[in-house]
Nanobody, 115 residues
Framework: QVQLVESGGGLVQAGESLRLSCAAS????????MGWYRQAPGKQRELVAS????????NYADSVKGRFTISRDNAKNTVYLQMNSLKIGDTGVYYC????????WGQGTQVTVSS
């Protein structure tokens, strides 16, 4: 069973940056398309960025395009999300998971952006 542990969240001001990390146990991680999801208060969880197994294709939600960058290090079983120019609307709990055949969700990491 793959376990996902997200970290790197925090309280920042609008315009600042954060880098999230997601460590996964299990070798199967490297074969999967991975994504970062966000759940804002009172809203459904949404996919904000995804990356293919070899990292050669990345996709982003329109709301984060140009500001967020997803990357992965398969040797470390880790996925990253670099978030720049953060906005108040980016506030939420961030999770990583496979895009297809999802694993059990981790605890997520809270990102709070203040004005």
């Amino acid at each position: 069973q793959v376990q996902l542990v997200e970290s790197g969240g925090g309280l920042v001001q609008a315009g600042e940056s954060l880098r999230l990390s997601c460590a996964a146990s299990g070798s199967i991680f490297s074969r999967n398309v991975m994504g970062w999801y966000r759940q804002a208060p009172g809203k459904q969880r949404e996919l904000v960025a995804s990356i293919t197994s070899l990292g050669n294709t990345k996709n982003y939600a329109d709301s984060v395009k140009g500001r967020f960058t997803i990357s992965r290090d398969n040797a470390k079983n880790t996925v990253y999300l670099q978030m720049n120019s953060l906005k108040i609307g980016d506030t939420g709990v961030y999770y990583c998971n496979a895009v297809y055949n999802q694993y059990v969700w981790g605890q997520g990491t809270q990102v709070t952006v203040s004005s």
